[in-house]
């Protein structure tokens, strides 16, 4: 079957100029149909990243179809924001109205259609490729188009250098502030920060590369740091893309693995010794009684890792990408993101659902304050599940009140327990819009922000409203 052309009004991110299969004939194209809130898509883009290194220079082109699903994704400056925060180097196709995806029969993110280079296609997976899996079925194109004579001499798209970043963070996921002390998941930069209320920084972990690496604080790598918990003297991190859990030794400022391998691990795992099972996308993290909860937003799942025996498996969900309330076993989430624990009940952001849950872990029961289904989302205030949201990735509270990072509305949302989970929007002044906030802490009177695509931490007085921006600093030691 030929491939379906790209019509000529199609809005074009990451190239200088608009594409067409017309002018790629001899080159092997890779449609890759996705939306950047989607984790089996995130989990892609590494996969397509190998298969570019592993032919550059060849005619091999990768071509984003960004289909969006939720209305902050067919906002341009967003995705380009996306683009830069996963380092995506090829062409995007903007398809919000999905006319590529219906052209192409495409029916579930992500996606991957491969176009030979006569501009047929040449084969469709839906889910998440396997290493390696792309590589062997390109090359194979490859040689048989180079003996008939098809394959193009050189490449027609030259591959984006990456975004070098001049702030002093880079689309930070998470904050926790506690003790006087900030933690800062320095997503962006792949490190964590420690630092004072006033923006002092005393320590930075991480050498800023992208890694997978044990060590002394200056020698240790991350990718992509996320959740944070602090236990004593021990900080631990949820290293999102590296699928671990590290444990940040504050006093001798070393760090170590305790859970994952730093490969991520199947649909099916059932858990196991924590460092020898392989985690999917751990997004966030809270401390309880003996261990630490964790939002394993890949496996759309809550796990659980025990301090006591070592042991790491699911807590709670089945593993489907749903929201069904009911026992810890029957119960489903769907990439859930944010943690908040208040002694009683763990609170979750549960993303694709834009929905909050609520976990007991005494009767092992889950249960929904806000939200209704996967397709369900918008910006409107009300009473529980009359209330709406738009893809929530963080949450913390104080007392009656559950604040929400409403990440797609660009908003910070308050969930009143003591007026039925009435939601209300936070107005914030004092430091401008939002853009896509992503983590929350409350220390006293003070809400912290990570305001992630604006690369800054707010500091939200919650008697006034009133915020202003921590002001990061990198501590001068003495030698």
Known sequence: MKAPEFSSDTRWLNTDKPLSLAALRGHVVLL????????????TLPRLAELERAYAGQPVLVIGVHSGKFDQEHNDERVREAIAKYDVRH???????????????????????????????????????????????????LDDARKAGTLAKAPAFAPKAPVISTDFLRFPGKVLALDGRLFIADTGHHRVLIADKNGKVSAAFGTGQTGFKDGPAAEAQFNEPQGLALNGNVLY????????????????EKVTTIAGAGKKGSWSSGGGAARETDLRSPWDLSLREGGLDIAMAGSHQIWRLSFTDGKIAPLAGSGAENIIDGSFSRSAFAQPSGLWF???????????????RILDPKEERVGTLVG?????????DGTGRAAQLQHPIGIA????????????????????????????TLKIGGVGPLKEPQGLSVDGDTLYVADTNNHRIVAVNLKTNEAKLVALKMETRPR
Not at 32 to 40: L, Q
Not at 407 to 413: E, L, P, Q, T
């Open 342 to 356: 208040d002694g009683d009940y763990l609170f979750v952001a549960d993303s694709e659902t834009s929905a909050v």
């Open 372 to 380: 209704t289904g996967l397709f369900d989302f918008g910006m409107k």
């Open 237 to 252: 991190v949820a290293d999102r893309s590296n699928h671990a859990i590290r444990a940040l030794d504050l006093s001798k």
């Open 91 to 141: 062409p995007v196709a903007m398809d919000d109205d999905f006319t590529i995806w219906n052209a192409y029969s495409v029916h579930s993110w992500p996606t991957l259609i491969l176009v030979d280079p006569s501009g047929k296609i040449a084969d469709t997976f839906s889910g998440e490729p396997e290493p390696g899996q792309l590589e062997k079925i390109v090359g194979r194109m």
């Open 32 to 43: 890759d149909f996705w939306t950047y809130c989607c984790i089996n898509c995130l989990h």
């Open 397 to 424: 509270g104080k007392g009656d009140l559950v604040y929400v990072a409403d990440s797609f509305n660009n908003a910070i949302r308050i969930i009143d327990l003591a007026k039925d989970a009435l939601v209300t």
